[in-house]
């Protein structure tokens, strides 16, 4: 049956090392949960790429457009001409442009970071409170009972201080 | 306890945060009633008197009509300058001595614009049209004019408080959760909220990494941007020694200057009275002294060139309002602005000055003081001289307006004293990097630089 073993580590270097091995005996469902952003992730676990940076960029060129769309539009729409210049004035209008770009920019961001990042949490997942101080935990999902043994054993060897099976939603 | 930052262990991290955020003292209750109680007797009390009596009450009138209210509004906008702009440049070069102070910097920020926005609301006198700078389909069929910097501020403005508290808050999500297990009640209930269910996979890390680093480099060009429009504000105007080409720059780094100054001054508070003292240390005044020199240095240039463009200008009209400014009726305030913001911060040179709490904490008070003497010159004597001699005239602040500025510096306490019982207010996350990892003698930081 499906569960996950989950193994404490109590430094980031034994952590990766047995995420590392798990990953060369062919576990793909692998999640370091840890107090700190680790360095070298990718190295053992393989490159992530995210979306953010689509959302940031298209949130900012969205911006940019309403916001000029925002500062000509009312001028259209309500005409206030001054000595003769132009209703559609653009030193002044880019300014409100450059200001929404960088809102939307941050708004989508935020929105890209969200997605990406499951957050927030809807249901219950797998969360070891003891890496939030100083633990390093790494989880795996097995698919079938031999998996689970050879996962813990992995962990044992790789020195992890305490190993457990976890199902989802059994609380832990 | 004097522990050495070098011994200090990840769940020590944990504890003292947790421990400033769930053990008040009296003291800290003493201290927010008083700033509540002066808050409403000093900012909300004249501010309604104001309302009811009308915009008279202030000392504001032909023709000087912007007055300490406004001096007060640049002031905050300038004070939030550092937090969240320092914060995005450091964390993008990459500077580890940011990670234990950028938190009540950003936070600093953050209550200063909300400050600021209240001084606006008290100076336009009747808040309860303010939505009309918004633009909204009503059924004038008005809509603002875009081509007023006053309605570039209200756009920076926004942005700029949306991105600020943005920015804190995600930086804060981790934090959120680590207090969230360590917390009962409403506090958990409340923590359970804000950290969003945040877990700490290496998914997560890395888009926070990401989100982070797009976040800060977009508000450093806008926190630049900001400032230079409230300049602008001043410097569209015709009026002498107003209209300037520099005021983009010079409003710029004076922000950032008092800004820095400020966050000497809370880095002191914290330290002294949330017992920081090892998260907080010399290296952290020594590094924030010597930006402090720098920009002190710029800033001095730019008033000498300020001086020299007025005087080079051959005009009667900015020869005179130079004059005024230099030997007039608020000469005194001039040249105390040069003592405490031109004169007294060369002492940075010395290290062992830089690396003297109390000094610092006197220091960075003095700069304030004197870059509200700034603005306040800045608003007052370019008005009380315009170019000819029957639009001449004094301003001085009336009692209205020197009780709203006392309350909105204790308005500013109160924010900030809430703060720091609610967000940890040195980052748990960013300090656990800078230590050595529980199964290596390096840092994170050490071993892959």
Redesign the interface.
């Known amino acids: 049956m499906a569960s996950n073993a989950l193994g404490l580590?109590?430094?980031?270097?034994?952590a990766l090392a047995a995420a590392g091995k798990l990953k060369g005996a062919g576990f793909e469902s692998l999640?370091?949960?840890?107090?700190?952003?680790?360095?070298?992730?990718e190295e053992v676990?393989g490159k992530?790429t995210?979306v953010?940076?689509r959302f940031?960029f298209f949130g900012?060129i969205i911006g940019g457009l309403s916001?000029f769309v925002?500062?000509a539009g009312?001028?259209v729409?309500?005409l206030?001409p001054?000595g003769g210049r132009p209703i559609i004035?653009f030193p002044?209008?880019l300014?409100?442009t450059?200001?929404?770009t960088?809102?939307f920019?941050?708004?989508a961001?935020?929105l890209?970071?969200?997605i990406?990042?499951?957050?927030?949490?809807?249901r219950e997942?797998?969360?070891v409170?003891e890496?939030?101080?100083?633990k390093f935990a790494v989880t795996v999902a097995c698919a079938a009972d031999d998996d689970f043994k050879r996962a813990t054993e992995i962990l044992r060897e790789a020195g992890a201080e305490e190993v457990t099976e976890i199902t989802p939603g059994s609380g832990r | 306890m004097q522990r050495r930052h070098e011994d200090i262990?990840?769940?020590d991290v944990?504890n003292d945060i947790v421990r400033s955020l769930v053990e008040t003292g009296p003291r800290y209750y003493v201290t927010l009633a008083i700033a509540v109680l002066i808050t409403l007797a000093c900012f909300f009390f004249p501010w309604f008197y104001q309302l009811y009596y009308g915009i008279g009450a202030a000392g504001m009138n032909h023709p000087t009509v912007w007055g300490t209210y406004l001096a007060s509004f640049i002031f905050w906008i300038g004070l939030s300058h550092s937090g969240t702009l320092l914060s995005c440049v450091l964390h993008i070069t990459n500077s580890e001595w940011r990670k234990a102070m950028y938190r009540s910097a950003e936070a600093m920020t953050l209550f200063s614009l909300m400050v600021a926005a209240m001084m606006v609301m008290v100076h336009v006198g009747r808040p309860w049209f303010i939505h009309w700078a918004l633009?909204y389909p009503n059924q004038m069929?008005?809509?603002?004019?875009?081509?007023?910097p006053l309605?570039?501020d209200v756009?920076?403005i926004?942005?700029y408080l949306?991105?600020s508290s943005?920015f804190i808050y995600?930086g804060s999500?981790?934090d959120f959760?680590?207090v969230r297990?360590r917390t009962t009640g409403w506090r958990h209930h409340m923590y359970v909220l804000l950290s969003?269910?945040?877990?700490?996979?290496?998914?997560?890390?890395?888009?926070?990494?990401?989100?982070y680093t797009?976040?800060a480099v977009?508000?450093i060009?806008?926190a630049v941007?900001v400032h230079s429009?409230v300049s602008w504000d001043f410097a569209m105007s015709i009026v002498p020694s107003l209209h300037q080409t520099i005021f983009a720059p010079y409003f710029v780094v004076g922000a950032i200057y008092s800004g820095t100054a400020g966050i000497v001054t809370v880095m002191f508070v914290l330290r002294k009275y949330m017992n920081f003292e090892h998260y907080i240390t010399k290296v952290h005044f020594d590094n924030l002294g010597k930006l402090l020199l720098a920009l002190s240095l710029i800033w001095t240039y730019i008033n000498v060139v300020e001086v020299f463009t007025g005087w080079y200008s051959n005009d009667s009209a900015e020869l005179e309002s130079l004059r005024y400014k230099l030997f007039g009726f608020y000469a005194p305030l001039y040249w105390e602005m040069i003592l405490f913001c031109a004169v007294a911060p060369l002492l940075l040179i010395s290290k062992r000055f830089r690396t003297s709490f109390v000094p610092m904490l006197i220091l960075s008070i003095a700069i304030n003081i004197g870059m509200y003497t700034e603005r306040f010159l800045i608003v007052g004597t370019s008005l009380s001289r315009q170019y000819l001699p029957d639009s001449w005239g004094v301003y001085v602040p009336s009692l209205v307006e020197l009780s709203i500025l006392v309350g909105s510096i204790a308005m500013f306490c109160t924010l900030f004293l809430v703060f720091v019982k609610i967000f940890p207010s040195v980052s748990i996350?960013e300090v656990?990097?800078t230590l050595p990892?529980?199964?290596?003698g390096k840092t994170?930081w050490q071993?892959?630089h």
């Not at chain 1, 580590?9 to 034994?14: D, E, I, L």
């Not at chain 1, 999640?31 to 992730?41: N, R, S």
């Not at chain 1, 990406?116 to 809807?122: D, G, I, K, M």
């Open positions: 580590f109590g430094g980031p270097n034994a999640d370091l949960i840890t107090p700190i952003p680790l360095h070298g992730v676990l992530k995210s953010i940076k940031t900012a916001g925002l500062a009312t001028a729409l309500y206030h001054t004035t002044p209008f300014i409100i450059y200001e929404m960088i809102l920019g941050i708004l961001t935020v890209g970071f969200l990406s990042a499951r957050l927030p949490v809807l997942r797998i969360y409170p890496s939030a101080v100083d | 262990k990840f769940a944990n633009p069929e008005l809509w603002p004019n875009f081509r007023s309605m570039f756009m920076a926004t942005t949306t991105g943005i995600m999500i981790p959760a680590a297990d969003l269910g945040w877990r700490g996979t290496d998914t997560e890390w890395h888009r926070l990494g990401w989100a797009f976040l977009l508000i060009p806008l941007s429009i996350y656990k990097e990892a529980p199964d290596e994170q071993a892959t």
